[in-house]
Nanobody, 126 residues
Framework: QLRFAESGGGLVQPGESLRLSCEVP????????IGWFRQAPGKEREGVSC????????LYADSVKGRFTTSRDYAKKTVYLQMNSLKPEDTAVYFC???????????????????WGQGTQVTVSS
């Protein structure tokens, strides 16, 4: 069964950085968009970012724009989420998944994504 694998989470203080990794399984798609999502306790899973192998574009939620950067290492089949200037409100479980509907980046919608991983916990606290 295809599934993504996230890693790199941890406990950091406000203002610090983390880099999350997402191992991309062998997908039956020529081009695709990989999304990062997060879910805080008691809240809906929300889209954080997207990166497309179709046109190389990226897209970010307003709440993380300017602080988070997503990139891809094709050789390692890994997508990264570099998170800088972390805030307590960034605390959540972070997930990656593939868009099963389109290969370009639009505002990430959970229902379009599949092959979810188990997620990695990010906690920002002093």
């Amino acid at each position: 069964q295809l599934r993504f694998a996230e890693s790199g989470g941890g406990l950091v203080q406000p203002g610090e950085s983390l880099r999350l990794s997402c191992e991309v399984p062998a997908l039956p798609l020529d081009y695709y968009a990989i999304g990062w999502f997060r879910q805080a306790p008691g809240k809906e899973r929300e889209g954080v970012s997207c990166i497309s192998t179709s046109d190389g574009s990226t897209l970010y939620a307003d709440s993380v724009k300017g602080r988070f950067t997503t990139s891809r290492d094709y050789a390692k089949k890994t997508v990264y989420l570099q998170m800088n200037s972390l805030k307590p409100e960034d605390t959540a479980v972070y997930f990656c998944a593939v868009n099963l509907v389109r290969s370009i980046c639009v505002v990430p919608q959970r229902h379009e994504y599949g092959y979810w991983g188990q997620g990695t916990q990010v906690t920002v606290s002093s």
